[in-house]
């Protein structure tokens, strides 16, 4: 597609249940980034997917998050179990290839937040 | 480990000045740095790129700088209008990459008085 696309935009959700938001990047990127951006504050690396690498999960706050990519292309990333301070907005992130050009283009974030 | 920091924290000026942002890095090993925009409720949208190799950048209005020896780069904002009003973010891209290979500073939130 023509730029980084992310659903929902918006989820509201009541805690305890689970949640998947969903990344589809740019058209042949190959390196795919979650991050999270919790209300006044900076981001937060989640996981990164680089072609058919095994992900850097080092990010993940908690067994809670799950993430994978299917075919090299769409990205799920799963809460469990969801809890309060889990509210923020969860930005996806692209680009061609880790490296040499390395220009990350973002979606607009899916808005979760838990009741 | 890279640490990024942006002073100010908040600015704001009144339209039509020029005026800059910073955006300072410790680790200077980098590949590249990015400035970002990003409006109320919006993902972040790509500003600018420089390389480790070059200078700066420029794109219409903006101008971003890069000292690798110093760690800083500036983003130049001339004639500034109202619609410039967002929050401003850098990246660091550390050589030899990795996901936690890029650092985000906490950004610059402007505001520009019509």
């Known amino acids: 597609g023509a730029g980084v696309s992310q659903s929902p935009s918006n989820k509201v959700t009541e805690k305890g249940k689970d949640v998947e938001l969903r990344c589809d990047p740019i058209?042949?990127?190959?390196?795919l980034y979650w991050y999270r951006q919790s209300l006044g504050q900076g981001l937060e690396f989640l996981i990164y997917f680089q072609g058919n690498s095994a992900p850097d999960k080092s990010g993940l706050p908690s067994d809670r998050f799950s993430a994978e990519r299917t075919g090299g292309s769409v990205s799920t990333l799963t809460i469990q179990r969801t809890q309060q301070e889990d509210s923020a907005v969860y930005l996806c992130?692209?680009?061609?290839?880790?490296?040499?050009?390395?220009?990350?283009?973002f979606g607009e974030g899916s808005r979760l937040t838990v009741l | 480990k890279q640490e990024v920091t942006q002073i100010p924290a908040a600015l704001s000026v009144p339209e039509g000045e020029n005026l800059v942002l910073n955006c300072s890095f410790t680790?200077?090993?980098?590949?590249?740095l990015q400035w970002f925009r990003q409006d109320p409720g919006k993902g972040l949208t790509s500003l600018l790129l420089i390389q480790s190799s070059q200078r700066e950048q420029t794109s219409g209005r903006l101008n971003a700088s890069l000292d690798k020896s110093s760690g800083r780069s500036t983003l130049y904002i001339a004639a500034s209008q109202p619609g410039d009003s967002a929050t401003y973010l850098c990246?660091?891209?550390?050589?030899?990459?990795?996901?936690?290979?890029?650092?985000f500073g906490k950004g610059t939130h402007l505001i520009i008085q019509p």
């Open positions: 058209s042949g990127h190959t390196a």
């Open positions: 990246a660091v891209r550390r050589a030899g990459g990795g996901a936690d290979g890029l650092t």
């Open positions: 680790d200077s090993a980098i590949y590249n």
């Open positions: 992130a692209s680009s061609l290839r880790q490296g040499a050009i390395g220009e990350l283009f």
